[in-house]
């Protein structure tokens, strides 16, 4: 995508920032691995909710939790081992993480006086410079999208969406800039005197190659689908789909469920045994680590897991909760070294437990493939989600594809670092 524009007063343009080099970083603020991870960084890593380090210009550093991060490097582009210094950094028996998470978010750079206006659209946050500074990051839904939203400058905000929602989150984008200005005289009268009109630009290549070598999934042409206009054959642009219903509106709906499809399942296969894998997935206490949502904090719950019936408690964080809070974790599955699964059930707002499973499961199947690999499937499911109250706040799959790759991924990396 080379870009879109709003002109005028109110002007705004979107554009992708092609190929910027992202880094998941894990360590625990203070001990050693964040120590070692600073010495490559250049820059401590950020303590506080919202703060960033380092230079936005270049290589900056993002609070996603109290001990994940994200290192982006905008002057530079992905290229492989990237990651290499970081884990170099990490010698054996530091603890931390470092991965190379550079194709997993696109990087959108949405800027102009109306920038603002135009998220101000589909996200809770108060956008205001009192509030949401030059150098403030969050992590937040925009529109029903989880995305990291950067200030980057007064009139300049980033935002990182996974890869494969980046074409869902352009075409809200630039709906939203339309708004700013019309070229139908019948929406002249909700436009204040000398707004913008909404103008397309050029469109991107149909397939691109990253510098990695794998592929990424092209942004789609800037999705200003015109249609006539009633009054007097000129074009009005608007994203198909969209008639009658502002972005606004759609943000308002509630929960629900996709009644066409009741799971999802990712496969990878990681080169250590079974049982190795194993080990790491029966122990709650390391759950966040591989952890593609970002939701999962903490364990309450030291334990192994041994037996299905067995229940842990784990600390969350998520907009669509409110902020903070806890989940019971009950287990469904257990067959050592190739089978471990359990369903959620968040705690009362009183901090009462739940008494059961609210019908959302994660399963884990492990198949060795050979003595030293093992293929892992990760089926996330909500078949049996019957209670309306869940459904009133989420709507099912809240998890998307592309977090369960990534739960296999950073997976595969806490494995392989013991």
Same mark, same amino acid.
């Given at each position: 995508?080379?870009?879109?524009?709003? /002109?005028?007063?109110?002007?705004?343009?979107?554009?992708?920032?092609?190929?910027?080099? $992202?880094?998941?970083?894990?360590?625990?603020?203070?001990?050693?691995?964040?120590?070692?991870?600073?010495?490559? #960084?250049?820059?401590?890593?950020?303590?506080?909710?919202?703060?960033?380090?380092?230079?936005?210009?270049?290589?900056?550093?993002?609070?996603?939790?109290?001990?994940?991060?994200?290192?982006?490097?905008?002057? @530079?582009?992905?290229? !492989?081992? =990237?990651?290499?210094?970081?884990?170099?950094?990490?010698?054996?028996?530091?603890?931390?993480?470092?991965?190379?998470?550079?194709?997993?978010?696109?990087?959108?750079?949405?800027?102009?006086?109306?920038?603002?206006?135009?998220?101000?659209?589909?996200?809770?946050?108060?956008?205001?410079?009192?509030?949401?500074?030059?150098? @403030?990051?969050? +992590? /937040?839904?925009?529109? /029903?999208?989880?995305?990291?939203?950067?200030?980057?400058?007064?009139?300049?905000?980033?935002?990182? *969406?996974?890869?494969?929602?980046?074409?869902?989150?352009?075409?809200?984008?630039?709906?939203?800039?339309?708004?700013?200005?019309?070229?139908? *005289?019948?929406?002249?009268?909700?436009?204040?005197?000398?707004?913008? @009109?909404?103008?397309?630009?050029?469109?991107? !290549?149909?397939?691109?190659?990253?510098?990695?070598?794998?592929?990424?999934?092209?942004?789609?042409?800037?999705?200003?689908? !015109?249609?006539?206009?009633?009054?007097?054959?000129? $074009? +009005?642009?608007?994203?198909?789909?969209? @008639?009658? =219903?502002?972005?606004? +509106?759609?943000?308002?709906?509630?929960?629900?469920?996709?009644?066409?499809?009741?799971?999802?399942?990712?496969?990878?296969?990681?080169?250590?045994?079974?049982?190795?894998?194993?080990?790491?997935?029966?122990?709650?206490?390391?759950?966040?680590?591989?952890?593609?949502?970002?939701?999962?904090?903490?364990?309450?719950?030291?334990?192994?897991?041994?037996?299905?019936?067995?229940?842990?408690?784990?600390?969350?964080?998520?907009?669509?909760?409110?902020?903070?809070?806890?989940?019971?974790?009950? =287990? %469904?599955?257990?067959?050592?070294?190739?089978?471990?699964?359990?369903?959620?059930?968040?705690?009362?707002?009183?901090?009462?437990?739940?008494?059961? *499973?609210?019908?959302?499961?994660? #399963?884990?199947? #492990?198949?060795?493939?050979?003595?030293?690999?093992?293929?892992?499937?990760? %089926?996330?499911?909500?078949?049996?989600? %019957?209670?309306?109250?869940?459904?009133?706040?989420?709507?099912? !799959?809240?998890?998307?594809?592309?977090?369960?790759?990534?739960?296999?991924?950073? #997976?595969? +990396?806490?494995?392989?670092?013991?």
């Amino acid at each position: 995508m080379e870009g879109a524009a709003v /002109t005028g007063a109110r002007a705004v343009t979107l554009r992708e920032h092609e190929f910027a080099v $992202q880094i998941g970083l894990r360590a625990a603020p203070g001990e050693q691995g964040a120590t070692a991870l600073e010495s490559v #960084l250049g820059v401590p890593p950020p303590t506080a909710h919202g703060q960033v380090t380092g230079d936005l210009d270049s290589l900056h550093v993002l609070r996603l939790s109290p001990d994940e991060f994200l290192a982006v490097d905008v002057s @530079r582009r992905q290229e !492989p081992g =990237v990651e290499a210094p970081y884990r170099e950094a990490l010698e054996e028996g530091v603890p931390g993480q470092a991965v190379d998470l550079s194709a997993n978010r696109t990087v959108l750079v949405l800027e102009g006086p109306g920038a603002r206006e135009v998220l101000e659209k589909s996200v809770a946050l108060d956008l205001h410079p009192r509030v949401f500074g030059v150098g @403030r990051a969050e +992590a /937040t839904p925009l529109s /029903t999208i989880p995305v990291i939203l950067v200030r980057a400058g007064e009139q300049t905000w980033r935002i990182l *969406p996974r890869a494969s929602f980046a074409d869902h989150m352009v075409r809200w984008l630039v709906d939203g800039m339309t708004e700013l200005g019309s070229a139908c *005289p019948e929406e002249e009268s909700a436009r204040p005197l000398g707004a913008p @009109r909404a103008r397309r630009l050029s469109s991107p !290549p149909a397939r691109r190659e990253g510098p990695t070598g794998s592929v990424r999934r092209p942004l789609a042409p800037c999705p200003v689908a !015109p249609r006539e206009c009633p009054r007097r054959g000129e $074009q +009005a642009v608007r994203p198909p789909g969209r @008639r009658g =219903v502002t972005s606004r +509106a759609l943000t308002r709906q509630g929960g629900g469920m996709n009644t066409e499809q009741t799971h999802l399942t990712v496969t990878r296969t990681i080169d250590v045994p079974a049982k190795d894998v194993f080990a790491v997935l029966t122990l709650p206490a390391r759950h966040h680590e591989f952890d593609g949502s970002g939701f999962v904090r903490a364990a309450d719950d030291t334990e192994r897991i041994t037996a299905v019936g067995e229940k842990f408690v784990m600390n969350m964080h998520g907009d669509h909760m409110g902020g903070d809070y806890r989940t019971h974790n009950f =287990v %469904t599955a257990y067959d050592e070294n190739k089978m471990v699964g359990w369903k959620p059930a968040p705690e009362g707002e009183d901090g009462g437990a739940p008494e059961g *499973p609210k019908g959302w499961e994660w #399963l884990y199947e #492990l198949t060795p493939q050979g003595s030293d690999a093992t293929e892992v499937s990760l %089926t996330y499911s909500w078949s049996d989600v %019957t209670d309306p109250e869940p459904l009133k706040q989420i709507r099912f !799959p809240m998890i998307p594809e592309e977090d369960l790759e990534q739960s296999l991924n950073l #997976l595969a +990396a806490a494995v392989t670092k013991d």
